[in-house]
């Protein structure tokens, strides 16, 4: 079998990059090849919150994040395939408890400001009617990036393959790689459970399996993963609740001026029967330390801890491993204290999943040294749905020879060598 380009790993970077490589391609000559070894969307992106936002300390991240929302944001209107889009908000939190979590908030508005990032800081008072019931501080401070939201991960992951597909990129589900053959150190195809490739271009997106992937052929890439569980509560969906919940939508998305922006954002496509605007923005707490987004659809939010204790960053994913009762515990905490709505909700379901780190909190995205035509896309941390369109656009670029212009690929270049950093996560908040 023939193929121009294989890709290793079905997630939502892998399928993004099949999405902008097969557009460039002619897939008459040699297609673009998905190998995934289970289902597309089985690793991290399946079970991730997909939450976009582009508040980030680092202003590389922050306008790839900016020019992913608009991807993400036009998507239904330009290819007519919804990915769940919802225009909730973002409300980034700092609180007195932990002065860092002011300082980062100061600094990333500023830096926003400057690449056009809409983010708009509030007090304690705006933060209160903004989220009614929240408790805060009076010195607490927020972040409101009316832009942001989310989307539905398993949908998106599917809709950019089908999309791929349609520009004739293949996918290969339940196939694994069991070796790639390399020639005077270029790479020439690879054997599968279903047969040989011959290709010139591997693109590695194995997501949490990157580094053991690669270790079986001697190669080893800075990465490592943390296992993060995710607790799912009730969601006080009475109607008296949400009601009074309810925003005024129309104060908080801010004029656009783009009629693509402007027709996205008339449009819904999630799968339940509310109208956006009847749920709390998503919250990312820096102040106590997690973040909260509703799943209206599933009846369900979903809560979790955004930076991870030594103890819980591993050289790979175990399969077995289980819920940690104590960080549940924490989390579910964490989140009566700020919202004190959820005080009656149930646990509904805690699971277990695993993102890859890098130590200075950036992505490897690049071509492997020393092996022409290999190239790696991972250690996203939980950025990988914000930064997936346009780690797409960039990889397609450079398997295409052509400058890339969606991000700098020195700066996650996979050969450089990482600055000191103790792989909590902090780096990527
Ligand atoms: C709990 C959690 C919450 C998150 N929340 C957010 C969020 O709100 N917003 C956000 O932007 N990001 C979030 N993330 C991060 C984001 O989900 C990931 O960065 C992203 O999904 C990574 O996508 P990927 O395609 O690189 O990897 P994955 O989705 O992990 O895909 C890798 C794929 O490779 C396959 N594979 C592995 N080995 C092989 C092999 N040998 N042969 C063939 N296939 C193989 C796996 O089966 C898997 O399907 C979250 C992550 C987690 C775990």
Same mark, same amino acid.
């Given at each position: 079998m023939k193929a121009k380009v294989l890709i290793i790993g079905g997630g939502v970077v892998g399928t993004s990059i099949a999405l902008h490589a097969a557009r460039q391609l002619d897939a008459l000559k040699a297609p673009v090849v998905i190998l995934e070894r289970g289902q597309l969307g089985g690793g991290s992106s399946g079970g991730s919150g997909g939450i976009l936002r582009q508040h980030y300390g680092d202003s590389v991240v922050a306008s790839m994040a900016r020019d992913s929302m608009r991807e993400y944001s036009t998507f239904e209107g330009r290819t007519g395939r919804g990915v769940g889009f919802r225009r909730t908000g973002v409300l980034t939190l700092g609180g007195p408890s932990n002065p860092d979590s002011l300082r980062k908030i100061h600094e990333a508005i500023e830096g926003h400001n400057k690449i056009g990032i809409e983010t708009v800081l509030l007090d304690a008072e705006q933060i209160r009617a903004r989220v009614p019931g929240i408790e805060v501080h009076d010195d607490a401070i927020a972040a409101w990036e009316s832009q942001g939201g989310y989307v539905d991960a398993e949908l998106c992951v599917r809709e950019f393959a089908a999309l791929a597909r349609t520009s004739g990129a293949v996918t290969r589900l339940g196939v694994a790689i069991t070796d790639l053959i390399v020639e005077d150190g270029r790479i020439v195809g690879a054997e599968t459970t279903e047969g040989r490739y011959d290709c010139d271009q591997i693109v590695v997106v194995t997501g949490a399996w990157m580094r053991s992937f690669l270790e079986r052929f001697g190669i080893h890439v800075p990465v490592r993963v943390a296992r993060v569980q995710q607790l799912f509560v009730g969601l006080p969906s009475d109607e008296e609740e949400v009601d009074s919940r309810v925003h005024d939508r129309d104060s908080y998305v801010v004029d656009l001026e783009d009629p693509l922006e402007q027709a996205a954002d008339m449009l819904y496509s999630g799968d339940d029967e509310h109208a956006p605007g009847s749920e709390h923005p998503v919250i990312v707490d820096l102040e106590y330390g997690f973040y909260v987004r509703c799943e209206f659809a599933r009846r369900r939010t979903r809560v979790a801890p955004i930076a991870y204790d030594q103890e819980h960053i591993f050289d790979g994913p175990d399969p077995d491993a289980k819920p940690d009762p104590e960080l549940a515990r924490w989390a579910r905490e964490q989140l009566c204290r700020r919202l004190p709505m959820y005080a009656d909700q149930p646990v509904l379901e805690q699971i277990v999943s695993w993102f890859p780190l890098t130590q200075d909190g950036r992505a490897l995205i690049g071509p492997v040294p020393g092996y022409e035509g290999l190239y790696v896309a991972g250690g996203f941390a939980d950025h990988g749905f914000k930064l997936a369109p346009s780690v797409g656009e960039g990889m397609a670029q450079m398997l295409g020879g052509e400058p890339v /212009? /969606?991000?700098?690929?020195e700066y996650f270049a996979p050969g450089r060598v990482p600055s000191e950093g103790d792989w909590s996560g902090d780096a990527y908040l």
């Open positions: /212009s /969606s991000f700098d690929p």
